[in-house]
């Protein structure tokens, strides 16, 4: 639908549509169809030496963009500075970044107890059942 939507815009913008038929993925599955009916597959198992994949070494596919402004890396470590330096060092604590370090047992009751019996009943370590069998005494007697 978004093929015709473009060729009525070119039409009445007059010039050549932006996007060409081949990013179709009609046109895509033609044409992987017109290469494999052309090529004739063989059988025979490819050696990988005289292959393509033989002589593609690593480096190129991590070779760098060479499109790089000379002033990017200065920006990038500038910004990050900045950034690190305002929330590591600058900034006060609020009652948020307090909040955030309280146990998640006092926000959810009962999780820890649910907790406690899962160590009792799934665990094949003995003191570990025995030290949550002895907090969960504790807890029920706290309330």
Excluded: C
């Amino acid at each position: 639908m978004s093929g015709n939507i473009l060729k009525y815009f070119s039409v009445i913008r007059g010039y050549r549509r932006p996007f060409p038929d081949v990013l179709s993925s009609r046109s895509i599955h033609r044409s992987l169809l017109n290469r494999v009916e052309k090529n004739d597959v063989d059988d025979k198992p490819v050696k990988f030496t005289t292959s393509a994949a033989g002589k593609f070494k690593a480096k190129m596919a991590l070779k760098e963009d060479d499109n790089r402004l000379w002033y990017e890396p200065i920006v990038i470590t500038l910004s990050l500075s900045v950034f690190l330096l305002y929330f590591l060092v600058l900034r006060e604590e609020n009652d948020i970044d307090e909040e955030m370090f309280t146990p998640l047992y006092n926000r959810i009751a009962g999780l820890e107890q649910v907790q406690l019996k899962s160590v009792i009943d799934h665990s094949t370590n003995k003191e570990e059942i025995a030290e949550a069998q002895k907090r969960l005494e504790e807890i029920k007697d706290e309330k």
